[in-house]
């Protein structure tokens, strides 16, 4: 519920009405607007059910929030857009942004090759795994400390914000002294404890699509780091589990115009984890930007073919730039602002 203060009311008036949203047993999440200050009754439908603000002085209007998920909710944002700026790369609202880089780290030439090939082609943010979620307990899992450290040495060299997974809560401290955003695998969607650490962390989240999670789940899982206070959380569609064989995962396309129904967040798709194959990314991608995504995370490699992992759908490095050029072009068209335009 969303309780929607006078013009006029007072600092005194706010207090009495967070003072009751907490009687209740709710939280009491307050934001203050340029005309209202609008204070968000956050809680369990019975607490939230027992609030009664008749004659409250300083109430304008109550507003009931009707989707589970409250904060993640567009109607709680009264219809605002987040845009995030990652070390002056915005995304969300009107902006569009462009995530690339290996799947994997996997040594400094290959990391430093692949960083120079997204930096020159315009891409805003970096990607590349240091702990990699693997299907097999067998297959390589990441460089771990070392991946981060070849990670932030990229960082340096090309003066691009980096994004990493986390895969457990107790790499957390390493891995915030280089992230600029923490990716959450698709597999971890809904490890609800390492959520309540990001939030806590407040560092922005890239949060994937969990492979058979709907959108609500999704968004539920979005507010369990919100909820701790870190309201920077990127939604990713990466494909999802169905009966089709003939590619890895199949692209819920239409997540991104149904997320955007719902939800101020941004909203970006990565076509290579769904698509499993390279052949499929530039179309994915276009019809990703056709839809509306916010942006597009994409793996790029310089020797795809002596990949570690997910070498058949890794972009080759030497064709980024001109897939970027076609993938931005119809961002431009769906009505995106490009890093190129501020
Ligand atoms: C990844 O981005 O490297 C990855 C493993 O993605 P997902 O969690 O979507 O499978
Ligand atoms: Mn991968």
Redesign the pocket.
Known sequence: MMIVMKESATADQVEAVVRQVEHVGARAHISRGELHTVIGAIGDRDHVANLELDGFPGVDHVVPITRPYKLASLQFKREERTVLDIGGRKIGGPYFMTIAGP?TIESRGQMLDAAAAVKDAGAQLLRG?AY??RTSPYSFQGLGEGGLRLLAEAREETGMPVVT?VMDARDLDQILEVADVI?V???NMQNFTLLTELGRAGRPIVL?RGLSATLDDLLMAAEYVLKEGNESVILCE?GIRTFETAYRFTLDLMAVPVLKQHTHLPVIV?PS?AAGRRDLVLPMSLAAAAAGADGI?VEVHPEPERAICDGPQQLRAEEFADYLRQVEAVAQLAGKELATSY
Do not use: L, S, T, V
Request: aromatic share 0%.
């Open positions: 799947c795994g990699k979620p997974e990716q695998g698709a597999r994937k990466r990565d984890h995370i």
